[in-house]
């Protein structure tokens, strides 16, 4: 929902545009505010971008836009546009291109997301010439480029720059957005990301050297979003411990344009201080905040000639308690104008990315509305089909869900997504051997899936076992999870024998396909030694400890299989990896026990025992080794 209004008016301002169901949130306008560009998604291409002049009523038809994507258009470096912006003069807009970024959820709706580029560079479009090029200065791959701010003389571009970086577990190098397992040295391992403001000429967009502001770079500090006052005498930007965009610590500071001392503006509130924007008198600063609410608010200060700033007042009518205010922006001359902005390029490849965007954020029911949407539309798309599947797979409702399959499969009998979903609900409902058929058609439309390699693995490995003894060992593990540790085993050896083998060989496959993936190792592990090959086991469950140090059962199960091949020592280790994750694993402290007994640690030994029966006092295997040490030691008991 868009609104635009004076400040100095009463009451709540008037919306200019609302449900638009796909993105349409970064925007700009030249100078004299005749010009406006808007992020915004077209079909299936998130590069979309448009540009309109302003007036009371703006369509938004196909006619107004254009796409980063067309820059050096590469299906293997995507490009998603990012932080655009246009021009004093309106006649270009510059952006960041070939661009990766850091985006993912947090379950905190004050800090709902990460994200931040690494990667990428700053291109710019003519308007006139319909052309996009590389801004030299701006350009070196060996770094990131982003957010940039135009001078008000238009003759100077700022821009935030780091190294690039390639992420550890990166999976897909075509991908423009990361997962949470890629960007897990972020969430998880502490790995820092700060950008330095750099300054480079125009010219025309030939550019030239790009330079760092002093002031706003080699500070220790993360610098971003530098914002020139109208009359370019001043510069406000933002300053973080770390990365861009939603950083609680994120503060504004002020500093001559030129460059020189910064300094911390008093208008700063107690969080998250941010997507500021100057009047175009270049006495007033509009800026976001999250001091008072999960949802960002709007605060406004004054700024006197020395650059002096007043504490904020907040801007109340442009406030609702249930819903964010973000990207404020003063809407300078012509822009004023705008009362009304319609949308009319919506297809139904729109209304799927919208869907993939509630997926994303696990919101099932949306996506099921947008999905549905996008069949009206065109009810001959089996991919819409096959990712309202999904939704309705998401919500719990198999049998919904596998209709959609169905559907996609009349569409397109060779769909690997479909197909592969089809055979995940057949495994859940008991039925490996239909399951393992639709995984087989789907790696014949798709060979390369780690995944579906991973999944018709499974089901191989559920046919190696009989139902009855597939039953019990899942019952053992609902009941005492973790105390089951064998591989279930069929009464028909040479069967049992057979599909073991096609498992560990798909296991492999995956494995080579996905080698970042650690319940591929772990599983392909536990299919090696149900097969009688422990010492080949040994390798991928250290492989898979390694890939996901902070998974209790990777540890287990290294720790299991070092135990029976005599490898106490090591095995110890892992043992007490295990209890420091999951201090209340019964089994894993008796485990430790019988190997500390072995190894002739006696006293240590008792003390595991005896924490395994506090834990866990029906344990049996606890209780023999604990009366058998006793046995043998009578002294040593209290």
Sequence with gaps: RWRLGKVSD?????VVLENLPVCGNCHSFSADGGVLGLDVDYANDKGSYAIAPAQEEITLDKEKLITWSDYRRDAKNPTFGLLSQVSPDGQYVVSTVKDRSVFVARDDLYYSQLFFPVKGILAVYSRKDKTFRALPGADDKEFVQSNPAWSPDGKTLLFARSRAYELKNLRNKSSALLTPDEAAEFLQGGKEFKFDIYKVPFNGGRGGRAEPLPGASGNGMSNFFPKYSPDGKWLVFCRARNFMLLQPDSELYIMPAKGGAARRMNCNRSAMNSWHSWSPNGRWLVFASKANSAYTQLFLTHIDEQGNDTPPVLLADFTAPDRAANIPEFAPGKAGLIKRLKEKFLDFLSYMRAGFEYIRSEDADGAIKKYGRSLELNPENPDAHTMLGIAYDAKGDDAQALREYNEALKLDPESSVALARTGIILAKRGEPEKAAEYYQRSLKAQPGAATVHFLLAEALGMQSQSKEERSRYHEALDSRPGYARDYPVSSDPLERKRKLGEAI?????AAALDPGDASIRMQLGAALEADGRPKE???HFREAARLEPENAMHH?????????QGGLAEAVSHYREVIGILPGFAVVHSNLGYALERLGKTGEAREQYREALRLDPELREAKIRLAT???????ARP
């Excluded at 009463?10 to 008037?14: A, D, L, Y």
């Excluded at 060989?505 to 496959?509: C, E, F, I």
């Excluded at 040490?629 to 002294?635: F, I, Y």
Aim: glycine fraction near 10%; aromatic fraction near 4%.
């Design 629 to 635: 040490l006793d046995a043998k030691t009578p002294g």
């Design 505 to 509: 060989g798909h296991y492999k496959q």
């Design 537 to 539: 086991a040994l390798p």
């Design 10 to 14: 009463k009451g709540i301002p008037p």
């Design 556 to 564: 287990h199960n290294l720790a299991t299989a070092l135990d029976k």
